[in-house]
């Protein structure tokens, strides 16, 4: 099991429950969608993933590691298997679309020339070789979302995560950054999409865990009886 969460509750303050006693496990290799209503939980189970947010009852392990047990020293090294892409993809407006990936790179200590030949690999990868000098503001938001993948997976993470990755684009663009994730599933990264967009979801026949005020009301997996 790459994740297992079991019994996770999370709460922000006193009165603000997002996840209750959630519980379920994922293989390496595998790819899933977090889907439910506004408010469910897909968010805090990202964010409690990627160790942004604590776990308030219940634990979780991910990728070797006791979430609750990771030391401040361990952060980076836990972090270094996670790739995350945020919704408002957030990247770096002063910087170009090369530097933007590069940056992931460098940051974990690549040298500079090593981090700019990977991140021109990975662009080339999505798409995006046309569009190495540009700046994100002079990119459509698909191409945008594009280089927030690159940038989570140019560091070859074990796991990928993804928050309403699609939340912005038209169907067309959503399936094929869709059929972009099962790439890099299928070249054997773990890959978690928190998505509410049901149709997309359907149309991919992949595993499926329903969140409902904070509960995981069903874990469906269209392949199997
Ligand atoms: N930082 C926070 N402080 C307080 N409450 C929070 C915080 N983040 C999330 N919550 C609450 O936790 C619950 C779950 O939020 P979460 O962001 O996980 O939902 P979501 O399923 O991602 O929703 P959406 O589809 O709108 O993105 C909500 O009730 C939300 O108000
Ligand atoms: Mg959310």
Not at 52 to 60: C, D, F, K, L, P
Not at 112 to 117: I, M, T
Not at 137 to 146: K, N
Not at 153 to 182: R, Y
Request: hydrophobic share 40%; no cysteine.
């Amino acid at each position: 099991m790459i994740i297992e969460f079991n019994r996770v509750s999370k709460s922000y303050g006193k009165h603000n429950k997002a996840l209750a006693d959630v519980s379920f496990a994922v293989d390496a290799g595998e790819m899933l969608f977090l889907t439910g209503h506004s408010g469910a939980g897909k968010t805090s189970i990202l964010k409690l993933i990627m160790k942004i947010e604590e776990i308030s009852y219940g634990q979780a392990q991910v990728n070797g590691f006791q979430l609750r047990g990771i030391k401040d020293h361990q952060l980076p090294k836990y972090r270094q298997g996670l790739g995350m892409i945020f919704q408002d993809h957030r990247l770096l407006e002063n910087r170009t679309i090369l530097d933007n990936v590069a940056m992931s790179l460098w940051i974990r200590g690549y040298s500079q020339s090593e981090s700019l030949k990977q991140a021109r690999v990975i662009l080339q990868q999505v798409g995006l070789a046309e569009k190495l000098p540009f700046y994100p503001s002079q990119l459509s938001s698909g191409q945008q979302q594009r280089v927030g993948i690159a940038r989570a997976i140019v560091s070859k993470p074990d796991i990928l995560l993804a928050d309403e990755p699609t939340g912005n684009l038209d169907p067309d663009l959503s399936l094929e950054l869709m059929e972009l994730f099962m790439k890099i599933n299928e070249a054997g990264t773990t890959v978690v999409i928190a998505s509410h967009d049901l149709i997309l979801i359907k149309r991919l026949r992949k595993r499926v865990l329903i969140l409902d005020s904070g509960q995981l009301i069903d874990d469906y997996r269209p392949n199997q009886k």
